[in-house]
């Protein structure tokens, strides 16, 4: 793998999309804006939310700001459906703000990728839902999900 290439590369398999999936979720649980930006081609085009980030300076400027807001974040991503080179995910992530009010949000990303399986299109929709800090599922310390931690299936999200 280098800054130019991420395997596993379209088209993608059942497996090679789960595979890219949790590699994203990993490298977003990181929370390192510059590692995650180079899961990106240079001219990358995002929709989140209401806002338009196009090219790893930009994805990294947003990334920053969401996690210096979003504190204590952990992300699970779970693969929708797959064709070629395009993956379609659903995902939660809990996270509190500085005033200690926990949320957890949801939602659904499109994905293109090109032929040196960069993602070229991200298109993410999200809502945040407030939960108590007991209602909470998602604990593992700071970084990747362990391999024995449920995902959203298991966890009725």
Known sequence: MTDNTRPPLPPFTRET???KVRM???????????RVALAYTPDSRWRNRAEFPVGR???????TRKWARELDYR??????AFAEN???VRFAYEWRDDA?????SHG?????????????????????QPIKEADRKFHWPQGPRPADHPGLSDLGL
């Open 24 to 34: 994203a979720e990993d490298g977003w649980n990181s929370r390192d804006p510059a």
């Open 57 to 63: 300076e930009e994805i990294v400027t947003f990334l």
């Open 17 to 19: 999309a789960i595979q």
């Open 86 to 88: 395009r993956i379609a």
């Open 108 to 128: 659904n990303e499109n994905w293109e990728f090109d032929a040196a399986g960069l993602m070229r299109l991200r298109f993410a929709s999200i809502n945040d």
């Open 100 to 104: 200690g009010n926990w949320y957890r």
């Open 75 to 80: 992300l699970i991503k779970e693969l929708w």
